[in-house]
Nanobody, 126 residues
Framework: VQLQAFGGGLVQAGGSLRLACAVS????????LAWFRQAPGKERAFVAA????????YYADSLKGRFTLSRDSARNTVYLQMNSLKPEDTAVYYC????????????????????WGQGTQVTVSS
């Protein structure tokens, strides 16, 4: 499985960006995909997650209402729509995945994921 994240860039505070994570290779019905982010000098933090089948999505509490995860199964791509961006959203954003189902209590744990994309930089200017 390979993950490729793209769509990052420079945006002013209040603006929007849509990140994409393209998945190639064999997946499974229990495939779980997540977004994490890492700001300079900080630990990697959970953003959102979804399972390849079903419609459930999970978000970091602090990001609910601004970030939306969606999936295009035909394109094997997961999107992260980010609205009302703030300077504190500046980070490298990574998509991560695991072939097996990640239980809900572990969705925010980066060690639960096996595959990682290369990251895409998001910079929000004030």
């Amino acid at each position: 499985v390979q993950l490729q994240a793209f769509g990052g860039g420079l945006v002013q505070a209040g603006g929007s960006l849509r990140l994409a994570c393209a998945v190639s290779g064999r997946t499974s019905s229990s495939f779980t995909l997540a977004w994490f982010r890492q700001a300079p000098g900080k630990e990697r933090a959970f953003v959102a997650a979804t399972r390849w089948t079903g419609s459930n999505t999970y978000y970091a509490d602090s990001l609910k209402g601004r970030f939306t995860l969606s999936r295009d199964s035909a394109r094997n791509t997961v999107y992260l729509q980010m609205n009302s961006l703030k300077p504190e959203d500046t980070a490298v954003y990574y998509c991560a995945a695991r072939m097996n189902r990640v239980i809900q209590s572990n969705l925010a744990v980066d060690a639960a994921y096996t595959y990682w994309g290369q990251g895409t930089q998001v910079t929000v200017s004030s």
